[in-house]
């Protein structure tokens, strides 16, 4: 098919226009295609030309547009009455209500409305692209088109081939895309695309993390804030998404995976769903919020005035050893270098993937003594530290002393395979993997729509050749062997290119 995706007359139809629709219709009038909108309540599509002329008009006063590129592109915006008037679109964009069958019906109409070679475009964010195109005449020109709210800020949309999506229909959507100034990537239909599955691994790891009584709210999203580099902690991302948005969503992937154990929900995340304590937009959530809708957090405690007479730190991690014993070092702290420790020595380890558990009973060590250090993610602006169930106070003070000497704030949590973000980024890290694996998209599109689409410190590959691959994937296998959850099985991926010492981006012939 010879469609033209950059023709000066390019007519795109919008049906429905909330949030999510308007946003559409503004990025392609601004892209100098005329638009044809319409909603099925009386008033919506006015309503939503006058929101794109302000918002564009303010884009102007601030110098993003000229005031005529302003007024021209809303002038190239129209109301129609139905769907029954947009027979003149090359493409026809549906972002209504997320219900299959409505979906279903909307498309089954325009079929025997629009041209032969008009795309159909579906906006869903949850359903299958194939699923939705199934009863069609002709599914060849259904595509998926997943934008990200606010549309306008959002630069990444999504290009979804369905079962029978033919290419000539997804290369014309990537150019229409690139005319919205959008950043397109292209992956084949799967539940929750390439966005919403790797976002599974942030949100629900942490809430395992939290329902296994490990750290609180507040410690997980200051963790993964200060050590992993995310502009928003997991809890306060979902806090301003909303549960009512979060939980169906994550539900959905993992039923629709057919319970793939890597996208099992959690009890938390269902039971404050089902109260209706939803975050922001109920006031109550994971945090309390006061009268400016602030969130109201507890009070870092002050570090405790303990220091250890002796540290031992143990060799069994070489990296770890080294990095930890020269932080140590710069404090002024008295390091013993001999194979063991001394009887009354505070003992430091150092594991990836591991629980201090382990490490005190596979390396001989003594558990009351025994405190465990994050070493995998540079050690600058928060520390984690964890104990035994039965490391002695007074040495789980003096390792948290100590590490909080410089000034650096330092979390204190439970004992856990990985610690609190070594378990959270390599789950990120392996359901890329795994979507790399199933062929669902190239490597570097799932690191670009994760960056852009979750604005994510970096995407799964980049996240884990900084870490390392062989070292992601050790985190991994060792929670795997302790737990016993195939939802910590290390994807293929991801384990062929450890034992290979590549990169994870590396490609397949």
């Not at 990537?174 to 599974?200: H, K, S, W, Y």
């Not at 359901?431 to 599109?445: E, K, N, V, Y």
């Not at 590959?461 to 910590?488: C, E, N, T, W």
Request: glycine share 8%; with cysteine; aromatic share 6%.
């Amino acid at each position: 098919m010879n469609f033209d995706a950059n023709r000066p007359d390019l007519t795109v139809g919008v049906i429905g226009t909330g949030a999510m629709g308007r946003g559409i219709a503004q990025v392609a009038a601004a892209g100098g295609m005329n638009v044809l909108m319409t909603d099925s309540r009386p008033g919506a599509a006015q309503e939503a030309r006058d929101f794109i002329d302000k918002m564009l008009s303010r884009a102007a006063e601030k110098g993003g547009m000229s005031k005529d590129a302003a007024v021209a592109a809303v002038s190239r915006i129209k109301i129609v009455g139905s769907p029954a008037d947009m027979k003149p679109c090359h493409v026809v964009i549906e972002a209504i209500v997320e219900n299959l069958d409505a979906k279903r019906q909307l498309f089954a109409e325009l079929e025997t409305i629009v041209a032969p070679d008009c795309i159909l475009v579906t906006n869903t964010s949850s359903l299958s692209v194939t699923t939705v195109a199934a009863k069609l005449k002709t599914p060849q020109r259904f595509a998926g088109f997943h934008f990200f709210n606010p549309v306008p800020l959002m630069k990444l949309v999504e290009v979804i081939d369905g079962l029978q999506t033919e290419n000539w229909v997804s290369e014309a959507l990537m150019a229409i895309g690139r005319r919205m100034t959008r950043e397109p990537v292209r992956c084949t239909d799967a539940p929750g695309f390439l966005v919403n599955q790797v976002g599974r691994g942030f949100t629900l790891e942490a809430a395992h993390l939290v329902h296994e009584g490990i750290a609180s709210f507040v410690d997980v999203d200051r963790v993964m804030r200060d050590v992993g580099g995310f502009r928003m902690g997991p809890f306060e991302l979902m806090e301003l998404t909303g549960l009512d948005v979060t939980q169906p969503a994550s539900e959905l992937i993992y039923t629709q995976f057919f319970q793939e154990p890597r996208y099992r929900p959690n009890l938390i995340m269902r039971a404050r769903y089902e109260a209706g304590v939803l975050g922001r937009k109920t006031k109550k959530g994971f945090y309390d919020y006061d009268a400016e809708m602030k969130p109201i957090a507890p009070a870092e405690p002050a570090p405790p005035a303990a220091y250890p007479g002796h540290v031992w730190v143990s060799p069994a991690e070489p990296h770890g050893h080294a990095v930890l014993s020269e932080l140590l070092r710069k404090m002024g702290a008295s390091i013993e270098t001999g194979p063991k420790p001394s009887a009354n020595a505070l003992i430091l380890v150092t594991p990836i993937g591991e629980d201090a558990t382990t490490c005190a009973v596979e390396q001989e060590l003594d558990p009351k003594r025994t405190v465990a250090v994050d070493t995998l993610f540079p050690m600058v602006k928060r520390r984690t530290i964890m104990c035994t169930p039965v490391t002695d106070h007074i040495y789980r003070n003096a390792a948290h002393g100590l590490l909080a000497s410089d000034g650096v704030p330092v979390t204190v949590c439970r004992d856990s395979p990985g610690f609190i973000a070594q378990r959270i980024v390599a789950m990120i890290v392996n359901i890329g993997c795994s979507i790399a694996q199933s062929r669902t998209a190239q490597p570097p599109d799932i690191d670009k729509a994760v960056t852009l689409g979750l604005n994510y410190p970096n995407g799964p590959f980049k996240f884990g050749d900084v870490l390392g691959p062989q070292r992601v994937h050790k985190v991994l296998a060792s929670m795997y062997r302790i737990y016993g959850d195939p939802r910590y099985r290390p994807n293929i991926w991801l384990t062929r290119r450890a034992k290979l010492g590549v990169s994870l981006l590396t490609p397949e012939p």
